[in-house]
């Protein structure tokens, strides 16, 4: 066994937000490198000057600060290192395994065509590498446009064992012939810059997607000439929505950062995530990050692609909800409470409804919270489950006060009786209220026609919690006041 320790890297290009493939793969990564006590590189490949921008950069790591993903050493960035590429780029072209190619479009192009005329897969067919030094002197002097590329040697069958996938065997001759690694200005192209950072950062194991299988021989083919180390590779299957589709938008899977903003939880992703490629080989499916870290291997993971089922994801999400201790659980609701417009924070602990303007206390919130504990599936529901509490007039119709077949008359009578009820309870206890209640309604032909009624005057809603711990909630004076309220409108 290698003694060396583990650098794994996560090398994302900053051209979009965070979506759940790159997410997969930089959860991997930290587990690999958290399991094998190793190293996380954070490497942002941002060559591609066009397409990169800053704001994706910064999506993707407080992405992945918010999730737990924590690196150990960057980020770096490939803009900022072009001088280690040229280092390395100039010892290619000084041994001569790099050459300057003056091929132009057309010349390619017009190649191209001729070998699909003759049922050949594409390739460079290496004009240029043919050419003197004083050839290539001349065409520099005259200001020919050129690109470096790199010998292939032909018919070599590279083999990797990859980490996932097992054996995978490569012939050269399949690549497509010597191949482009840098521009003109010595700035590299994805292959290249990638070999040498993975060396110069001393990276010892690449883990990403089976999308790069394809670069592998390349990066091996750029190592060899370079003649340094090959790392490990371990290519993690494709994600697929449960249609068996390429993974979208239509499948419910937006950036991770959108997963926040709906109200998923962190730990929750972590989780659900984790099991996109991998599973402990149990039927439990809810693991803190400390048990996946303990239990990953990566040698577990699967070679056919992982199905991305939302669902699944929601399920997940409501297990922690209702494992969150509910102080936490509130602090967490807030913050959409206050987007809404629901709450106003005024101080530390200190909200004010915005509708009614009344002053409302974290443990008051804490208690309305506590009644959707169980129910709540994703944070950004509270506020339509939640909203009547803080509302001055509740919006509903007049027919929904009314129990089953029930007549006018006999709604009003019960809601003058829950008038009454309510008026003479002297101590406004919880178990109070509802055995009282309890006790009236059963001496009704039927409970619902005193409770149902109850219900929808104080919280306006078909669905909502139970009448007794609204009531409860709301205080004796303004339960009286919505059921007053609700008289009114019969
Ligand atoms: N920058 C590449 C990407 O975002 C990563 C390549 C790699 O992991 O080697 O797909």
Same mark, same amino acid.
């Not at 192209?189 to 040498?196: E, I």
């Not at 699967?302 to 994801?313: G, H, N, T």
């Given at each position: 066994?290698?003694?060396?320790?583990?650098?794994?890297?996560?090398?994302?290009?900053?051209t979009?937000?965070?979506?759940?493939?790159?997410?997969r793969?930089?959860?991997?990564?930290?587990?690999?490198?958290?399991?094998?006590?190793?190293?996380?590189?954070?490497?942002?490949?941002?060559?591609?000057?066009?397409?990169?921008?800053?704001?994706?950069?910064?999506?993707?790591?407080?992405?992945?600060?918010?999730?737990?993903?924590?690196?150990?050493?960057?980020?770096?960035?490939?803009?900022?290192?072009?001088?280690?590429?040229?280092? @390395?780029?100039?010892?290619?072209?000084?041994?001569?395994?790099? @050459?300057?190619?003056?091929?132009?479009?057309?010349? +390619?192009?017009?190649?191209?065509?001729?070998?699909?005329?003759?049922?050949?897969?594409?390739r460079?067919?290496?004009d240029?590498?043919?050419?003197?030094?004083?050839?290539?002197?001349?065409?520099?002097?005259d200001?020919?446009?050129?690109?470096?590329?790199?010998?292939?040697?032909?018919?070599?069958?590279?083999?990797?064992?990859?980490?996932?996938?097992?054996?995978?065997?490569?012939?050269?001759?399949?690549?497509?012939?010597?191949f482009?690694?840098?521009?003109k200005?010595?700035?590299p192209?994805?292959?290249?810059?990638?070999?040498?950072?993975?060396y110069?950062?001393?990276?010892?194991?690449?883990?990403? =997607?089976?999308?790069?299988?394809?670069?592998?021989?390349?990066?091996?083919?750029?190592?060899?000439?370079?003649?340094?180390?090959?790392?490990?590779?371990?290519?993690l299957?494709?994600?697929?929505?449960?249609?068996? #589709?390429?993974?979208?938008?239509?499948?419910?899977?937006?950036?991770?950062?959108?997963?926040?903003?709906?109200?998923?939880?962190?730990?929750?992703? /972590?989780n659900?995530?984790?099991?996109? =490629?991998?599973?402990?080989?149990t039927?439990?499916e809810?693991?803190?990050p400390?048990k996946?870290?303990?239990?990953?291997?990566l040698?577990?993971?699967?070679?056919?692609?992982?199905?991305?089922?939302?669902?699944?994801?929601k399920?997940i999400?409501?297990? @922690?909800?209702?494992s969150?201790?509910?102080?936490?659980?509130?602090?967490?609701c807030?913050? /959409?409470?206050?987007?809404? #417009?629901?709450?106003k924070?005024?101080s530390?602990?200190?909200?004010?409804?915005?509708?009614?303007?009344?002053?409302?206390? /974290?443990?008051?919130?804490?208690?309305?919270i506590?009644?959707?504990?169980e129910?709540?599936?994703y944070?950004?529901?509270?506020?339509?489950l939640?909203?009547? /509490?803080?509302?001055?007039?509740?919006e509903y119709?007049?027919?929904?006060?009314?129990?089953?077949?029930?007549?006018?008359?006999?709604?009003?009578?019960?809601?003058?009786?829950?008038?009454?009820?309510?008026?003479?309870?002297?101590e406004?206890?919880k178990?109070?209220?509802?055995?009282?209640?309890?006790?009236?309604?059963?001496?009704?032909?039927?409970?619902? +026609?005193?409770?149902?009624?109850?219900?929808?005057?104080?919280? =306006?809603?078909?669905?909502?919690?139970?009448?007794?711990?609204?009531?409860?909630?709301?205080?004796?004076?303004?339960? +009286?006041?919505?059921?007053?309220k609700?008289?009114k409108?019969?």
């Open positions: 066994m290698s003694l060396k320790k583990i650098r794994v890297r996560f090398a994302p290009s900053p979009g937000n965070l979506h759940i493939g790159a997410t793969t930089a959860l991997f990564n930290f587990l690999y490198a958290q399991k094998m006590k190793g190293e996380f590189v954070l490497r942002i490949e941002d060559t591609d000057k066009e397409r990169s921008k800053e704001e994706y950069e910064d999506d993707i790591m407080r992405s992945l600060e918010w999730i737990g993903v924590k690196w150990d050493l960057g980020p770096f960035r490939q803009s900022e290192r072009s001088d280690v590429y040229k280092k @390395y780029l100039n010892k290619l072209i000084e041994s001569g395994k790099v @050459y300057p190619c003056f091929c132009t479009k057309e010349k +390619l192009e017009e190649n191209r065509k001729k070998q699909q005329e003759r049922k050949e897969p594409p460079y067919e290496g240029c590498a043919s050419l003197s030094e004083e050839e290539r002197k001349k065409m520099i002097e200001g020919m446009d050129f690109v470096f590329r790199i010998k292939v040697p032909q018919g070599k069958i590279v083999e990797i064992q990859d980490k996932i996938k097992g054996k995978i065997e490569f012939n050269t001759s399949d690549i497509g012939g010597d482009v690694v840098a521009k200005d010595l700035s192209l994805y292959n290249f810059a990638c070999v040498v950072d993975d110069d950062m001393g990276v010892t194991d690449v883990i990403r =997607g089976d999308d790069h299988i394809s670069n592998t021989p390349k990066q091996i083919i750029i190592s060899e000439a370079l003649n340094i180390p090959i790392p490990s590779f371990a290519h299957p494709l994600i697929l929505g449960p249609d068996k #589709n390429k993974l979208s938008k239509r499948h419910g899977a937006v950036s991770l950062y959108e997963y926040k903003e709906q109200g998923y939880l962190p730990e929750a992703l /972590f659900f995530i984790s099991l996109l =490629g991998w599973n402990p080989g039927e439990e809810i693991y803190s400390e996946i870290i303990e239990m990953f291997l040698e577990k993971c699967q070679k056919s692609p992982a199905v991305f089922d939302i669902e699944k994801l399920y999400n409501g297990r @922690y909800i209702r969150r201790k509910i102080e936490q659980l509130t602090k967490d807030i913050p /959409f409470l206050v987007k809404e #417009n629901i709450l924070e005024l530390s602990n200190n909200y004010q409804a915005v509708e009614t303007k009344k002053e409302v206390s /974290f443990k008051e919130i804490e208690q309305i506590g009644l959707y504990q129910r709540l599936k944070l950004s529901e509270v506020g339509e939640v909203d009547y /509490f803080f509302k001055e007039e509740l119709e007049k027919e929904l006060l009314f129990w089953k077949n029930a007549e006018e008359e006999e709604i009003k009578k019960s809601i003058d009786k829950s008038i009454k009820i309510l008026l003479n309870i002297k406004w206890e178990e109070k209220i509802e055995e009282i209640l309890i006790g009236e309604a059963n001496r009704m032909k039927n409970r619902g +026609l005193l409770l149902w009624p109850l219900r929808v005057a104080v919280s =306006g809603k078909k669905a909502s919690a139970s009448p007794f711990d609204i009531v409860y909630l709301l205080g004796k004076e303004e339960a +009286l006041n919505r059921l007053k609700a008289l409108k019969l």
